[in-house]
């Protein structure tokens, strides 16, 4: 039986993995601590400065592991071909390496870039942001991926998914939680007021589907790398598209129209983006996710925190979007489709 063993151990265990694999001398190991249950460690070498990630092995469970393997191959093409993301390293053909123990883990080279919140990204670095990823777009669907025959989501019903607020309003009833049965009224209300006819012309293709906050990292004026690549596969577009949107330009409970605007500059200068659809990527995104955070079990840590605030926002504001996009693009020419 497979049992995890303490950071100072795993830590000791895969500095000697890599020593021994790539031939490194670790001088520093640093722990990072970001992520979900995943251990990462800034390792200083005589070969320079690189990144250990450990798959946590709860985790693991949960993918398949082709689909990492296949994730991370796709992200070294990414990186040859220019994208800011980090290098993998390979070691007897294999980019996800398995320790002597068992472990699962990918050593790469270090990016440099700083974690910004939202409310600190500037115009330029979210245009920059929007530029590097209507490149990854494109280059994720230029044929070298095969198209799969459906994505990964599967778009409910208003039927099927009304009927799943109603099951969860009534199990706050018969707990007493009525704070979270007023979100899910919300979620209900606004399920019903949406028109998922919306939804039929949207983008199936590859995509990075974590693209979030703390999945990027950014000088002072542009964006440095896009990370984690481990849940890249065959979905809906704009997923990508309304979840960085929500992600960067939701600052302080208010959608940044002149973060919005840098965006879709940045996008439509490798890619095509119009309004209309960053509105449909935005409620699709909501669509999606809302049943994931709006939960009678409480989330733990502030990234949950963060992405239920998103979606209750989303439930109050989504039948308004198209009137400040039209608002916004009346004032400001740059703002267009």
């Known amino acids: 039986m497979e049992t995890e063993i303490s950071n100072e151990s795993l830590w000791t265990h895969l500095k000697e993995e890599v020593e021994t694999r790539f031939g490194f001398e670790v001088d520093k190991g640093t722990p990072i601590n970001r992520g979900w249950l995943n251990q990462k460690w800034k390792i200083e070498t005589n070969q320079g400065i690189f990144l250990i990630k450990q798959y946590n092995k709860e985790r693991m469970k949960r993918y398949n592991l082709s689909t990492i393997q ?16 980090p290098e993998l390293l390979m070691y007897k053909g294999e980019l996800l390496q ?47 991926l095969s198209a799969k025959s459906e994505t990964l989501f599967n778009i409910p019903s208003i039927e099927e998914r009304v009927e799943y607020w109603q099951s969860e309003i009534h199990k706050c009833d018969e707990q007493g939680l009525d704070h979270i049965r007023s979100l899910m009224d919300l979620q209900k209300t606004a399920t019903l007021a949406l028109d998922i006819k919306q939804f039929n012309n949207l983008t199936p293709g590859w995509c990075h589907r974590d693209l979030w906050v703390d999945n990027l990292l950014f000088s002072e004026e542009h964006l440095s790398a896009i990370l984690d690549f481990d849940r890249m596969n065959y979905d809906y577009l704009e997923l990508d598209i309304g979840r960085l949107i929500i992600s960067t330009c939701l600052q302080n409970n208010m959608l940044n129209r002149k973060a919005v605007q840098a965006f879709l500059k940045g996008y439509n200068n490798t890619n ?21 955070w709006i939960d009678i079990h409480p989330h733990e840590g502030d990234p949950p925190k963060r992405f239920q605030q998103e979606m209750v926002w989303m439930a109050q504001h989504q039948q308004g979007l198209e009137k400040e996009m039209e608002k916004r693009r009346s004032n400001n020419h740059v703002l267009t489709n």
Not at 104 to 133: A, C, D, K, W, Y
Not at 273 to 292: A, D, H, K
Request: aromatic share 8%; hydrophobic share 35%; with cysteine.
């Open 98 to 144: 398995k320790s002597t123990q068992g472990e699962h883990f990918t050593v790469m080279r270090f990016m440099e870039g700083s974690l910004v919140s939202p409310s600190n990204l500037t115009s330029n670095q979210i245009q920059s942001l929007g530029e590097e990823v209507g490149k990854l777009h494109t280059l994720l669907n230029d044929g070298t």
């Open 272 to 292: 095509e983006l119009s309004v209309e659809r960053l509105v449909i990527s935005l409620r699709l995104v909501w669509y999606m996710e809302s049943t994931w």
């Open 70 to 85: 296949s994730a991370l191959h796709t992200q070294n093409r990414l990186f040859s071909q220019g994208i800011a993301c």
